[in-house]
C-alpha cells in the first residue's frame, strides 16, 4: 500500500532517529589517547568557531584571551555570546542542544552547575553515553602520523572499534621539508630532491602508517588555491605515492579542499578562512584515475553544484559532508536537497567534523532533522506520481545516506 503524507513524515522520522551513524570525518580519538580527546561543557565552550565568535566582541589583544585558563576562556566565552547577547548562531545553538539533550535545565543559565556533573563523571562512561545518546556507531578520527603525540599512541597500539583509522596526510604534501626531516630521523632514506629511494620510501611510510591504523582512506586537507597535476613536491607525492599505495590498498583519498589557513594568525585554530576552488583538479584525479577512488569535500557554497555533477560523471568519485562554514541549517538543507535532485541516494550527506567529543551529539541531531525534512519531500514528491513506497525502502535509503554508502564504496573496486 502506498504511504500518504502523514505516513511519509513518520516513516522518515523513524528511520532518521533510529539509524546508526558512521561519521566519515572526526577529529576525535579514543580515550586511550589521553588528553587528545576533547570532551565537555570548557572544550565546548572552547571550540574555535566559538572562539571566532567572541573575538567579534572583545577589544582586548588575542594573546591576553590565549593567556587565560581553560575554565576562564569558557567564562568569557559564556558571558560574551550567551548572557550578553543571544546565542542563536549555529555553534552557540549547538552547547544548547547539548545540554537539553543530557537532561541539564538550560533554563538556568547555570555554567557552574553544568560544570559540576563534568567534573565528576568518568570519561570511559561519558564515551558510551554520547555514541548511545547520538546513536553512533563508529567515527572516522583525523590521524596524522607527523603529530608526535599521536605517534606515541599509535606505537602503543590500542583496540577500540569504535574509532576507525584515517591517515592524514597534511603534513606530508603542503609542507615537504619538514615531512622529509622527520622521515630521515624515523630512518626512512629519502631526500628533499627526490633523488634515490626517496619515492619507495614514501610508499612504504604510507603502507606502513595505513595498515598500523587500519586506515579507512588516506586524507589531506588542501587550500583553495590547488591545482592538479602540479609541478610541486605535492603533486608528485600524490601521483607516485599516495595514488598507486591507495590504488593498490584499495582505499579512497579523501580532499578536502578550499581552505585559506591562518587568514588571521591571532585567532589560532579560528584563523582558517575559506576560497572557491577549482573543480578541475577533481575532475582530472577521477578522469585520469579511473581505478582509484577518491572521496571529495568542498569548502565553498560555490563548489557544491560543480562538485554534484562531478559526481554524475565520474562513478569513482563519493561527494561527502557539508564542511566547517558549510555546517549551518540553511546551507545543509540547500546543499543536500541539490544532491539528492542530481544524485539520488548515492553521496554522503553529512560527517560532523566533531573537535569535542560531546558535539557528536548536536551536529548530528541538526542534521538528522535538515536531510529527514529533504527526504520528506523528495518521497512526497515521488508518492504524487503513483510510485508505491515503502517504510522499508525509506529504511534502505536512510541506512545507505548515514553509513552504508561509506562502507560500499570502500568495498567497491574499479
Ligand atoms: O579537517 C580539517 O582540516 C578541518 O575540518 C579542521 O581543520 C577545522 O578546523 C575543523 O574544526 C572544522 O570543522
Ligand atoms: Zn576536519
Redesign the pocket.
Known amino acids: 500500500m502506498n504511504l500518504i503524507e502523514g505516513e511519509i513524515k513518520k516513516a522518515v522520522y523513524d528511520a532518521v532517529e533510529t539509524v546508526e551513524i558512521t561519521d566519515v570525518?572526526t577529529?576525535l580519538y579514543p580515550p586511550s589517547f589521553g588528553k587528545m580527546l576533547l570532551w565537555g561543557i570548557d572544550e565546548l565552550l572552547n571550540y574555535?568557531?566559538l572562539v571566532a565568535e567572541t573575538m567579534r566582541w572583545l577589544d582586548i589583544p588575542y594573546e591576553d584571551f590565549w593567556a587565560m585558563s581553560k575554565r576562564q576562556q569558557a567564562d568569557l566565552i559564556w558571558k560574551t555570546l550567551f548572557i550578553d547577547n543571544s546565542p542563536y548562531s549555529e555553534a552557540c545553538r549547538g552547547v544548547l542542544t547539548n545540554l537539553h539533550k543530557l537532561g541539564f535545565d538550560v533554563a538556568s543559565r547555570d555554567l557552574e552547575g553544568y560544570r559540576k556533573y563534568f567534573d565528576s563523571v568518568s570519561l570511559e562512561e561519558y564515551v558510551d553515553r554520547i555514541f548511545k545518546e547520538g546513536r553512533i556507531k563508529y567515527v572516522v578520527m583525523?590521524n596524522d602520523p607527523f603529530n608526535e603525540e599521536e605517534r606515541g599512541y599509535w606505537l602503543k597500539g590500542y583496540k577500540d572499534a569504535r574509532f576507525k583509522g584515517a591517515l592524514?596526510l597534511?603534513v606530508l604534501l603542503n609542507n615537504w621539508p619538514d615531512a622529509c626531516t622527520k622521515l630521515k630521523q624515523w630512518g626512512y632514506v629519502v631526500s628533499e630532491d627526490f633523488s634515490g629511494e626517496t619515492i619507495a620510501e614514501i610508499r612504504r611510510f604510507l603502507r606502513e602508517w595505513m595498515d598500523r591504523m587500519e586506515a579507512v582512506y588516506m586524507a589531506v586537507?588542501l587550500p583553495w588555491d590547488f591545482v592538479y597535476p602540479e609541478d610541486s613536491p605535492r603533486g608528485r607525492i600524490i601521483e607516485e605515492c599516495v595514488l598507486p599505495v591507495a590504488r593498490d590498498a584499495n582505499k579512497p583519498f579523501a580532499l578536502?579542499i578550499g581552505?585559506k589557513r591562518q587568514l588571521n594568525p591571532g585567532l589560532k585554530?579560528a584563523g582558517?578562512g575559506v576560497g572557491k576552488a577549482d573543480i578541475r583538479a577533481v575532475e582530472y584525479l577521477c578522469a585520469h584515475y579511473p581505478h582509484n577512488k577518491f572521496m571529495v569535500t568542498l569548502l565553498s557554497r560555490e563548489n557544491q553544484h560543480e562538485l554534484a555533477v562531478a559526481a554524475r560523471k565520474f562513478r569513482n568519485l563519493m561527494p561527502f559532508g557539508c564542511?566547517?562554514f558549510l555546517?549551518n541549517p540553511s546551507l545543509i538543507d540547500e546543499i543536500t536537497r541539490m544532491r539528492s535532485e542530481l544524485l539520488g541516494v548515492s553521496f554522503i550527506p553529512q560527517h560532523s567534523?566533531a573537535?569535542v567529543l560531546d558535539q557528536l551529539i548536536y551536529k548530528w541531531s541538526h542534521s538528522r532533522k535538515i536531510i529527514a525534512d529533504v527526504l520528506i519531500d523528495k518521497y512526497t514528491d515521488l508518492s504524487k506520481t503513483g510510485w508505491v513506497i515503502t517504510p522499508q525502502e525509506i529504511k534502505r535509503d536512510v541506512e545507505k545516506l548515514f553509513g552504508g554508502n561509506f562502507w560500499s564504496f570502500l568495498e567497491r573496486k574499479f
Open positions: 570525518h577529529h574555535h568557531y583525523t592524514r597534511d586537507s578536502m581552505v585554530d582558517d564542511w566547517w555546517n567534523d573537535r
